[in-house]
């Protein structure tokens, strides 16, 4: 009994062992058809379909390129559709660029800034002409403020993370006042020129075209202009991962600017109809803000324009606007 008992233990040791030997053959071919197919479908890279650029109406640049069409005729040869998401300032574009809903879009100076203070992975892959001369703080033709330093003790709207909270800044810096000596009156850009027209903000910082409606209506009049103490300009801004991903078709986005400024610069009457068509602003704005403040390019970054976004943020970190300093020059793109 106790050889045969033996002998059956011995045959089924043999089959335990013949089953788990077949066991862990299968879950090694397994393994190695599951690490095959991942290795095959983290190499394969799909096709780009769709390319979503943020603008923001009221502004020239994009908004110009959008309505020539000439980025959807360049794309089409490759399959590649052009959706155009528009923004009422650089604030939410910056945030949905953040959120992966804009691979690239062109804003004031001041929503990079905040963007990059945040950790967001953006970067700046062009520059415009300066555009300061395109915004001013004004007051109503008959206010008693005559000066900057009669703004103390006022209320000044203050369009948080725009470039006009930095234009607001360094207006107030020059005549030796801050924010301390205000009443800030934080509002976003529609809300601040609601808030000027109702009496409810005793002065505004504002750009074109609201700006050159106001002078031509002579129902305003100008306390400093940006070009006199904030000197900027805007940028073209993608993703982390737009650039690393196309960075051929960043270069066929800025190309096709290019070519649409060029023709701008030659059609400004054309220009402003497409414009006022776009806006609530008659064409006259438009011809007047074009006329006399130009700020058209777009030119590769220079080390004179990471200088001058350094020192907004320097400017903001030391007034405690920004919780971390950081180097522009590490957000700049390198185009090969």
């Known amino acids: 009994m106790k050889t045969r008992s033996y002998v059956l233990l011995a045959i089924a040791t043999c089959l335990l062992t013949w089953l788990l030997s077949l066991t862990g053959c299968n879950s090694q ?91 967001n992975p953006i970067v700046y892959v062009a520059a415009t002409g ?91 009049r100008v306390l400093v202009r940006g070009s006199d103490v904030a000197p900027q300009r805007a940028f073209y801004i993608a993703t982390q991962n737009f650039t690393k991903n196309h960075p051929d078709l960043i270069k066929v986005i800025l190309e096709e600017q290019r070519k649409v400024e060029e023709w701008a610069k030659a059609n400004p009457n054309e220009v402003a109809k497409v414009l006022a068509e776009q806006t609530k602003y008659k064409p006259e704005a438009w011809e007047f803000a074009l006329k006399r403040r130009p700020y058209f390019g777009v030119f590769d970054i220079k080390d004179e324009f990471v200088s001058e976004q350094q020192q907004v943020v320097d400017l903001f970190y030391t007034q405690k606007l920004i919780r971390k300093t950081f180097q522009v020059k590490d957000a700049i793109w390198k185009s090969s």
């Open 130 to 220: 300066s555009n300061a001369g395109a915004q001013a703080i004004i007051v109503p033709k008959n206010s008693p403020i005559k000066t900057l330093a009669d703004l103390k003790g006022k209320k000044l709207a203050i369009q948080k993370g725009t470039a006009l909270q930095y234009f607001a800044l360094k207006a107030l810096a020059s005549a030796k006042l801050t924010l301390k000596d205000i009443q800030p009156v934080y509002l976003t850009i529609p809300d601040s020129t609601t808030a000027f027209e109702g009496g409810n903000v005793d002065a505004l910082p504002i750009g074109d075209p609201y700006l050159a409606s106001k002078e031509l209506n002579d129902t305003v």
């Open 29 to 119: 071919n397994s393994s190695q058809s599951n690490s095959s197919q991942v290795a095959q479908t983290s190499g394969s890279s799909s096709k780009l379909e769709v390319i979503n650029v943020g603008h923001q109406n009221g502004t020239p640049g994009l908004n110009l390129l959008k309505a020539r069409g000439l980025l959807e005729k360049r794309l089409a040869s490759q399959g590649i559709r052009v959706k155009w998401i528009s923004f009422q300032g650089g604030p939410p574009m910056m945030e949905a660029m953040a959120a992966g809903g804009i691979d690239i879009g062109n804003v004031g100076n001041l929503p990079p800034v905040f963007a990059q203070a945040a950790g």
